[in-house]
């Protein structure tokens, strides 16, 4: 994978982690004064608007197609804090809060740590304009990262492990939809066309059903695995305060 773990990509994990610490700080702040629905809005309204940035960007370079169709993975969520945070039917808004927790974080997560797909060139640097996208694709996923953990954080959210078959329902449910508008369009949305970028993409040489059996598992094992450490952090935070 060109560029994984070059002196950019360190360095943009560096600044975004950063970055993700000054949210924290912030979004506890304003909690304090305004409540956790403003952090809530703010974040989803943040979220759309880099995504709106990433158009406008394209959009003046002439470079706009259906590839940036808002229906790969990490996009899922342009349209999932929204309902979190403005949707008035509070019951919809809770059946989300499972995969907007563990979707968000860990689709952040990989797409920071492996972003074969949204680094850019490995010797640009961060300030110059083949950087533009990569920016805003860090700045987003990081905003995903911060966002997700803190409806935990928050305790808007308390995390269950029955909730890992909900994680897996919404990713089936949504996958299905991006097979289908990718037969049609002959796409790569969610990366189950042809995974590009994907380290898994080996797997198809075998059969297409064992490359989506294989993240399927690791939905689950990783939502598990991030439901258990969040538990075992809470767990240490009570025992503190007693």
Known sequence: MEGLFSAKHIVGLIWVAVMIVCFCLISKRVERAKGIGLVLKAGAILLV????AKYLYLFLHGALTFYYFPLNFCSLMLYIYPIIAFWPDKQLSRMLLPFAFAGG?????????LPTNILGPADAPWLSEASVLPIISFIYHGIMVWYSAYLAYSRYYVPRYRDTGNTLGFVLFFAVIAVVVNTITDQDFMLLRYGVGNPLAGLMDYHYFWYILVQAILVVVLSSALIFVVKMVSLISMKKEI
Do not use: F, H, K, R
Not at 105 to 113: E, R, S, Y
């Open 49 to 52: 608007v880099m995504e709106l």
């Open 105 to 113: 974080i860990l689709a952040g997560l990989i797409a920071l740590i």
